[in-house]
């Protein structure tokens, strides 16, 4: 877990969500939020939390569903523009008059995708660095227009993708992901990460809350797959957006982020060797690629090989 010490406990209130807040760091420095993913909850970031904490005022929160935060019943309170206020709430109440840095993972990127999709958003959040959290308006607009054409090389692709979701359907099914999820994944989390991503079971920490986070969490899924898939309509966005493309990453496929371009008018990608969980297995390099992106948007110019956003290093 991150260290409690210098730790800042608040609540943020959404309507009848209440969200726990957690603020670290530099007190002077930038504020940067931190967005974690499914079956997470803040402490996802412990071992990012430390590299950035002297610079930056650090600030992360449990989605609604997970921790410390409200567990709404219905399936549609899960739906993206609820998550994405809850992500406005949090910047609103931590930094209202000043934009903050943002670093999500997973379906913490896909509820700051959809907030970044607001009119002026680019006045609210500078520069936004997101990993194995897909746009899922852009992802599934991605997939309809290769079928549309379908070659070959069109579609393998979504085809790759497609196999790789292929828990996200068995989630829609009633009350049994539930039951599997608290009562076999949740005691195996670390062995199964080990299995799944090839990284140390000794570095996963998960919360005390997983088996209820895990659970209450398929109702992202529920609320939002097959809706977006029928009727996706991707909006553009004018903040700054880097890609971290996990190339070992076997539930978000790296070529799934080819049209990003199209909706994002600043757009960086870089890859490193990592699975899906690299806030644990590769915080080094998920720092490293933040914090030069920060200072690249930062400067009079940004380099060459920045502004063609063809950035990639191993993470070795």
Avoid at 93 to 106: E, G, K, R, T, Y
Avoid at 198 to 214: C, F, N, S
């Amino acid at each position: 877990m991150i260290s409690t010490v210098d730790v800042q406990r608040r609540t943020v209130t959404n309507g009848d969500v209440s969200l726990a807040v957690f603020e670290t760091g530099n007190p002077d420095g930038e504020p940067i939020v931190l967005v974690h993913g499914w079956p997470d909850t803040h402490d996802l970031w412990q071992y990012v939390v430390p590299q950035l904490s002297e610079r930056f005022r650090v600030i992360s929160y449990d989605t609604r569903g997970a921790g410390e935060s409200t567990v709404p019943a219905r399936v549609s309170d899960y739906e993206l523009a609820a998550l994405a206020t809850d992500f406005r709430a949090v910047i609103d109440a931590v930094s209202p008059d000043a934009p903050v840095h943002v670093l999500a993972h997973d379906w913490g990127g896909v509820e700051v995708w959809e907030a970044l999709a607001t009119e002026n958003a680019a006045s609210r959040v500078a520069s936004f660095t997101v990993t194995s959290g897909p746009n899922l308006d852009i992802l599934m607009h991605w997939v309809r227009d290769r079928f549309r054409r379908p070659t070959f090389s069109n579609l393998a692709g979504p085809l790759e993708q497609g196999l790789a979701s292929y828990y996200t359907y068995l989630f829609q099914l009633p009350w049994l992901p539930e039951a599997v999820l608290r009562r076999v994944m949740a005691g195996n989390w670390a062995r199964f990460l080990g299995l799944f991503d090839g990284l140390d079971p000794a570095r996963v920490k998960p919360a005390a809350t997983i088996a209820e986070d895990m659970a209450n969490g398929v109702n992202r899924y529920r609320a939002n797959i097959a809706r977006r898939l029928l009727r996706s309509q991707p909006k553009p966005t004018t903040v700054p957006v880097q890609v971290v493309i996990n190339a070992r990453d076997r539930a978000v496929r790296p070529s799934g982020y080819d049209d990003y371009g199209k909706f994002a008018s600043q757009l960086w990608r870089r890859t490193i060797d990592s699975g899906h969980w690299s806030p644990i297995s590769n915080p080094d390099d998920l720092v490293r690629a933040t914090v030069e992106f920060i200072d690249m948007l930062g400067g009079a110019e940004a380099s060459a090989e920045l502004a063609e956003g063809r950035v990639s290093y191993s993470g070795e």
